[in-house]
């Protein structure tokens, strides 16, 4: 909410092996900081999916929030190139 309040530019939230993030945790956040505005994907720059059950599935990476289109290309550019080069 600190991103849609204009409190914040942006939010990570790195996944470790085996959790997979619940769709009630990400849905109504990720509606209201993209009706101000903001870009709400994963860490991967896809679009999150809300309609396969309790689960969001295909989150291998993380979550990334931002308040901008621009910034948030940019934060998913530097999570590619230290996801490839870290192998974090």
């Given amino acids: 909410m600190a991103i849609a309040r204009g409190e914040a530019d942006v939010f990570m939230?790195?996944?470790?092996?085996?959790?997979?993030?619940?769709?009630?945790?990400?849905?109504?956040?990720?509606?209201?900081?993209q009706e101000a505005?903001?870009?709400?994907?994963?860490?991967?720059?896809?679009?999150?999916?809300?309609?396969?059950?309790?689960?969001?599935?295909?989150?291998?990476?993380?979550?990334?929030?931002?308040a901008g289109a621009k910034l948030h290309a940019n934060i998913i550019t530097v999570i590619d190139v230290s996801w490839s080069s870290s192998c974090l």
């Fill in 37 to 66: 505005g903001g870009v709400v994907t994963d860490a991967r720059g896809c679009p999150l999916d809300f309609s396969k059950g309790v689960y969001l599935e295909r989150i291998d990476r993380g979550i990334v929030a931002c």
């Fill in 13 to 33: 939230k790195f996944e470790h092996a085996g959790h997979k993030e619940k769709i009630r945790d990400h849905a109504a956040g990720s509606i209201i900081i």
